[in-house]
């Protein structure tokens, strides 16, 4: 039986930036004109109601996919996992045209592994490549020409935008739907040569969105951040596992949540923090010392419990201070067991600053 081609999902990075089009546009050119893969456009994945036409076609593809994204790895693959489209980490070898501070190139991080996982991932891999680790397009289409080369699956899809966790709520099972894409503003291929699926009827741009994503690769479900929140964006699902449940609820801007999160496993993939939009890390695993707690200055905490005061009180609420929804492993509690933080902290208090 003849191979499929490539799908190549571009999901558009947010706003008009000119320099990000071109990219784009770049990407999508050579690859329906080497005939590499069929190339199809979809909005920015971030801002996508669970509804959308796009993320239905990106649910139809059970197969092998790559996600071009202007977000970071990890934001964009929890992003798509909360849409419905979960799958195993494939490996990329993408050069970055950054260099660490001495110059060498810096390591690929592990997929941490401590948490709940996600709710039956399918198994089929899911490639994500971030447009901000080079200007270059060629990088990229050498990239999904070797993915393609070595994949043992019929299609591969890009996502030039965005990432998930897993859906809100069960949604009924609906029929694949046809290929997607949006209006090119660039020439295409002819047909048969990986040219774009014809666009559909012009849909209204999607509006600008801001909402935690939940890593379940790191995810305890120790539920602190249902307790931190008071705006009732979390809840709980048939599985008595976390999950964000109203998302527009979350208050634009806050990342309050993020910072109690004992396992680093809250992303705001929109965040100018790289930690809290989504940067690798080496995993929930290791110890963060505080050190602005030496010098006085706010711990993460404090500034966490701050956030979520300026919110309520923008929402004729009263502030709560850290009286309410106070992660326990961070407050008083009964004297017990020392785990490895009460001993870490033990060791700085003995330093005597």
Not at 114 to 142: E, F, T
Not at 145 to 164: C, K, N
Not at 233 to 248: F, K
């Amino acid at each position: 039986m003849a191979r499929k081609k490539l799908t190549v999902v571009i999901s558009q990075g947010p706003g008009k930036n000119p320099t990000k089009r071109q990219l784009e546009e770049d990407i999508a050119t050579q690859l329906m004109l080497n005939g590499t893969a069929d190339v199809s456009l979809i909005p920015h994945l971030y801002d996508l109601p669970y509804d959308h036409h796009g993320l239905d076609w990106l649910r139809s593809i059970d197969s092998d996919m790559v996600v071009v994204s202007w977000l970071y790895e990890r934001a964009a693959r929890w992003v798509l996992d909360r849409n419905g489209i979960p799958g195993q980490v494939g490996l990329t070898q993408l050069p970055s045209d950054e260099a660490d501070e001495d110059g060498e190139e810096e390591l690929p991080v592990e997929e941490a592994t401590s948490g709940i996982g996600s709710v039956k991932p399918l198994n089929r891999k899911i490639y994500v490549l971030d447009l901000r680790q080079s200007s270059d397009s060629a990088v990229y289409v050498n990239e999904i020409e070797r993915i393609a080369r070595e994949a043992t699956t019929s299609l591969v899809t890009l996502s030039l935008g965005l990432s998930l966790s897993p859906a809100p709520s069960p949604q009924p099972a609906k029929p694949a739907a046809a290929p997607f894409s949006l209006p090119f503003s660039f020439p295409t291929a002819a047909a048969g040569n990986g040219a774009a699926s014809p666009p559909p009827a012009a849909s209204p741009e999607p509006r600008r969105r801001w909402y935690p994503v939940i890593d379940y690769s790191r995810c305890t479900n120790c539920m602190e951040c249902i307790d931190f929140c008071l705006f009732g964006v979390y809840g709980v699902d048939a599985l008595d596992r976390i999950l964000v449940e109203e998302q527009d609820n979350c208050k634009r801007g806050c990342p309050a949540c993020s910072r109690v999160c004992p396992a680093n496993a809250i992303i705001f993939p929109e965040h100018k923090t790289a930690a809290i939009a989504g940067a690798p890390t080496t995993g929930a695993g290791d110890f963060k010392i505080d050190l602005s707690k030496l010098f006085g200055a706010p711990s993460a905490l404090e500034i966490a419990a701050m956030e979520r005061d300026t919110e309520l009180v923008a929402d004729g609420r009263d502030a709560v201070g850290l009286a309410v929804g106070i992660p326990k492993r961070q407050a008083d509690k009964p004297c017990g067991p020392q785990d490895d933080l009460d001993k870490l902290m033990d060791g700085l208090d003995a330093l005597d600053f």
